[in-house]
Structure formats: C-alpha cells, structure tokens
C-alpha cells in the first residue's frame, strides 16, 4: 500500500490459492480480511474478500484440497504469514460495469481441517499425558504451531476409543494433574498469535 498509514492499514505481502492442479495469485484482487478465533471453531478462522474481475475464481471446480497462503505485515512490525485450507467459496455480489465479483475465501487452519477428518482410536500405555497430548496435537492435528504444554504427574494407562483430536484433547486433560501446582485445574494452551508462521 502506497502514501500515508492510519491505524489499521496493512501491507498484503501475498494471497495465493494453491492445489495440485497449480497456483493463483489473487494478491491484486485482495479487498479485506478478518483473521480471527471463533468460540465454535478451536482454531483460527478466517474470511478473505477478493474482487475478480476476469472470474478466475468462478471458473474454478474446486475440490477441497485447495491451500490459501496469506501474508501480511502491519507498518513498523513483523509479518504474519498463515495457510490456511479453503472452506467454502461464497459469491456474494456482482460489481461495477466490467462485472467483477466479490467473493469471501473462508478459510480454515490445519487444526480445524483435520479435525474433522482424523479420529484418535490409541492406547497410551504408562505415558505422561502431557506426552499424549503432544501426540494428538502434531500428528492427528497436525499443528505446526507452538504449544505449551504443563508436564503432568505420573504416567497412566490411557484409551482413548475414537474421539476427534480435540474431544481427545479434552479427556486428557480432566485426568491430568500438574506435578508443581496445587489447583487441580490443569490446561494445555496453544500459541496462536498472528505473528506466528503458520
């Protein structure tokens, strides 16, 4: 972006929309974006408006493989790069005389996809749950993120009989007890900070 930064102005750095079919670059359609964490989604979110003036997007046959690879960086600070997976592709409205389209890129992390795909049916024999917790979340959630996980007291014997990673991540955790802490309240925190590298 040229001249003058307000708050609130952001330099779009990339948008590219990636299967195995190739690459688009939408880097010059890009309109807004609202990147955020949903209460009904354990992951982040986000919709990214588009204007397409050649229909790029509406001759697309899309088929939910499709990545969305987005950076951006606020003047003065670092840049935010993520990848998200495409959720939906919705066409919201027709503009101006050369019939451009408006369309809303809604998009998913790595979290949310694969939580919808992957089931956790494991026996975790004598391990920390902390431990089990790891293994849930970078190889059936497959986080690239950085987590903070409390080290748990003792090893169980736990089965966890198909759940999604996340309903997994939840039944660990009421069984887990911090070795340090006297509450019992026991929590596994991700960082998902814009600024990480997704």
């Not at 997007?57 to 499709?66: C, F, K, N, R, W």
């Not at 919705?90 to 890129?105: C, E, F, P």
């Not at 903070?148 to 090893?155: A, D, L």
């Not at 736990?158 to 309240?185: C, G, Q």
């Amino acid at each position: 972006m040229l001249g003058s930064y307000v708050p609130g102005d952001i330099t779009v750095n990339y948008l590219t929309l990636i299967s195995d079919r190739g690459t688009t670059d939408l880097t010059s359609s890009f309109v807004a974006a609202s990147v955020y964490e949903s209460m009904f989604v354990k992951a982040t979110v986000a919709d990214i408006e588009v204007l397409d003036t050649t229909d790029v997007l509406g001759t697309m046959v899309l088929s939910g493989d499709e990545l969305v690879a987005f950076s951006y960086s606020v003047n003065g600070s670092v840049t935010a790069n993520f990848t998200f997976f495409l959720h939906k592709l919705k066409d919201l409205q027709t503009v101006g005389a050369q019939k451009g389209k408006m369309y809303t890129l809604s998009c998913v992390s790595a979290e949310a996809f694969f939580s919808k795909i992957n089931y956790v049916q494991k026996s975790y024999p004598s391990n920390l749950i902390s431990d089990a917790i790891q293994d849930v979340v970078f190889n059936y959630l497959q986080s690239k993120k950085i987590i903070n996980i409390e080290p748990t007291m003792g090893p169980q014997n736990i089965l966890i009989p198909h759940k999604t990673p996340f309903e997994a991540i939840d039944l660990l955790k009421k069984r887990a007890v911090s070795p340090t802490n006297k509450s019992s309240y026991y929590r596994s925190e991700e960082h998902t900070s814009e600024l990480q590298s997704h």
